[in-house]
């Protein structure tokens, strides 16, 4: 399995920006489909956005026009650009990998990062 470390997260204020980075481990990484789910405290993790093999991506609702999903598979590497942030958005930031396609779905998904937190302060 590909091993995924995120980077990125931090305190920022509402309105603000922060850029999530996911690191694979392994060289043959853009076979894979990748995603980025959140995690809120008390709820349940809830899909973000998904970066197919054919580089085609979807958006959750509540992310769409303010998150954008990126890859650069010459650096393994996996981004989420977050603008516009709220407090709302406030969680702990996963990245995931799938070699058998992208869905909203984590089970879908069979590699995981440990985790990033964001927090935004209105």
């Known amino acids: 399995q590909v091993q995924l470390v995120e980077s990125g997260g931090g305190l920022v204020l509402g309105g603000g920006s922060l850029r999530l980075s996911c690191a694979a481990s392994?060289?043959?990484?853009?076979?894979?489909?990748v995603g980025w789910f959140r995690r809120a405290p008390g709820k349940e993790r809830e899909f973000i956005a998904l970066?197919?093999?054919?580089?085609?991506?979807a958006y959750a609702g509540s992310v769409k026009g303010r998150f954008t999903i990126s890859r650069d598979n010459a650096k393994n590497m996996v981004y989420l650009q977050m603008s516009s942030l709220k407090p709302e958005d406030t969680a702990t930031y996963y990245c995931?990998?799938?070699?058998?396609?992208?869905?909203?779905?984590?089970?879908?998904?069979?590699?995981w990062g440990q985790g990033t937190q964001v927090t935004v302060s209105s």
């Open positions: 995931a990998a799938s070699r058998y396609g992208a869905s909203q779905y984590a089970s879908q998904y069979n590699s």
């Open positions: 392994e060289r043959t990484f853009s076979s894979y489909a």
């Open positions: 970066m197919r093999r054919d580089g085609t991506t």
